[in-house]
């Protein structure tokens, strides 16, 4: 491996800018670390050029621990967005720089400098000034000046972030041409996915600091495992659906749940469709694929090759999972030319949708409900600024029911319908009595939530019982993906102890960290109240119970 | 070259007529007349007055101090200005704000406030003492009182200069393998050069006209720590205005001369900047 990150942390003030990223890159291997602006990339590949040091974790190059040697050591080579060229230097001076410093003599350093040049397409340039020339030449200039050195790694952080399209897309070739004439391991910083797919190997996605995914272009965009990738990687559709023993519900549809692990447990997950995945007809009869719903044509774009729709569906807003910013979101379909010729469609035309394909994350958070024993204080609920965030983050909706027994104490045995998603309940004096009777009538992730609660930075994980452990993790990840927190796992506490010490040592390790949450594992509600009473009903910190009763098969 | 060019501000003619009434009128008129004062003095009796001991002594001490007063502030300016520029802590403001505090002070003030610090039992001079080290009635409390009223100009010349110095620049010579001393001489000081030398020359000039603060901590004894301006005000004491304006002469020559200097090696150095733009 050229390459190696293992748990790499970097902190400032106090908040984890890189969150705990492992990543190896191959000999020769074009990586690019793609990601919002803030998601932390641009730190992790200053991290990996050693011009700042880590808080936690190693960098590796080629077997060689290089975590805490200095930038001038590692034998990298980088390339900034603004040049960086010196300016009162000449284009020779500036490439031999490198050079120079390791007092190459200069026949040589003038041969190696004539070979650069011809490998970025600039000879005879050597005696302009960077002034002279124009943005892209500039920058061949760096990434000229970068390799000279002859490193073992070139690092390239958003280097086309200056240029406007055309020059972008030329020097983009001729990068990509230079590293694989010297077959050199280059790591590119971008926030720009098209850039991603046209020059990667392999792409890895950040967000909030952690490194989500990691994977060829193709396999990551037909496949996303989150729903940020899905998101981020193009446009989709995500839709929640109800996987049964049967096959996945959507809509009025029943498809295969094709690779993803069917569990016997019925849930609601997130289902992504690419909208070019999507098919409309003038009717049922006449589509191609599997009906899910009847809709409206709400908008209609022309952009060149592909024609961009908004459907309303009929049933969005039980369907779709939210949008941002609250309202009834609508489902994006693009159509090819021909497509378009097929099947001619007008602004508010009732259609009939169909889904070809689609792909189901294996996120254990697919919506939340929030939950109290009437409608106003549910809605009130919905208005927490951890759970808005949270549904912003995670692209879903939060719905809102009453359950009139919650307050009343009446047996939770009196059949309700199924909760899905997580359930959402304030916390306060009556939240044990409310966690209990929830967990009895099926909920399986229950967040327990004080009014205030803001974004932790702490997210501490226990698991009660083995049997809970790999749900729990899977429930923790989830949420670990969408705030800039860092995990802390709570090995240390054993089973065999009381539940009353279980709960005082939960709450002291809660106590010592700022702005902290917990994510618990539960089999069992024996002794539930004696453990959790007092940390549910505190009112001080977000807890979220992740629940699999003992008996059935963890999902 | 042309006097006419084509800007933004019209009147080329009143306002280069203004200018040059304005430089008549408020410097070369009164030099004129010092130089005048100075040569109506017979040519012995001037070089007399101008290579007595204690005229010599003091011009001297008069540039040789604030030439050494100049090269403190280049380096010390450099670094506050660079501390200021790169660095966020808590008082930044007030720090940048102090920086001014010379300017405003009355120099004789800070020349009481040196005083006070560095004489024999003053809060520092009394550490200084067993040391064998007096600052206060010496070249050396000359000099520490040039620095203090220089010191800003230093500082306010670099600061723009530094914050053009993008700290990728580092970072890139940083990765091409050079270490930090190398990255200074041949990256940031060669950005720097045109304001580092501006900052000299201003410190240098004020330094050379100071007068209130130096006076009070210099002790004044002849020949040995008695400035030039000093010098000048003790004839005109005696009534004797022939020999301040030759002295002042010399004064006004030599620091012509070093200005002069300053600013031909300042406009070479933009010279070759501007061929390096373009």
Redesign the interface.
Known sequence: MSITLEQVTKHYGGHAVVNDVSLEIGDGEFFVLLGPSGSGKSTLLRAI???IGVDHGTIAMHGRDVTRL?????G???V?Q?Y?????MTVADNIE??LR??HVRGRVRRERRRELLRLVALEGMDDR?P??LSGGQQQRV?VA??L??KPEVLLLDEPFGALDARIREELRRTIREVQRELGITTVLVTHDQEEAFAMADRIGIMNLGRLLEIGVPAELYSHPATRFVATFLGDANLILARRAADGIHVGAATLAAGDASAGAREQEVVAVVRPEDVEVAASRAELGSRFVAQGAVDELTFTGALERMRIELENGAALLAGADNGAVPHLQVTRTQHEQRGFVVHPGQSIAVGIRRMHVLPTPLSSFTACAPDEAQAEALTRAPLLTELAARMKTRIATRAEPQLGTGAPASVRTAAFVGATVIASGPQAARHAAWLLEAGASELLVLPAAAGTPQHVLVHSMDEAVRSATLAVSASVLRHVPAEAQYLRELHAGQSQGELAQQLARALAAVPEPMLILGITGLGGFAACCGALLEGGRWPVLIVHRPAGRTPA | MSFRKPSVLPGFGLTFGFTTFFLSVMVLLPLAALVLAAASMHWNEFLRVVSSPRALGSFRLSFGASALAASINAVFGFIIAWTLVRYEFPGRKLVDALIDMPFALPTAVSGIALTTVFARHGWIGRYLEPLGIEVAYTWLGVTLALTLISMPFAVRSLQPALIEV?R??E?????????RF?TFR??IL??VLPALLTGFTLSFARAVGEYGSVIFISGNLPMKTEITPLLIVIHLEQFDYRGAAALGVVMLLLSFVVLFTLNLLQAWGRRR?L????
Not at chain 1, 84 to 88: G, S, V, W
Request: no cysteine; aromatic share 10%; net charge positive.
């Open positions: 050029a050693g011009l200095a930038a001038r050591k590692r990298v080579g980088l900034f603004n960086a060229l010196f300016r009162h720089f490198a410093v390791r000034f002034a002279q760096a000046r970068a000279a050195h | 993008q990728e620049l970072e890139a010579a940083e990765t091409l393998g050079a270490g190398y041949r990256i060669p950005t900047q061929q390096a733009a373009h």
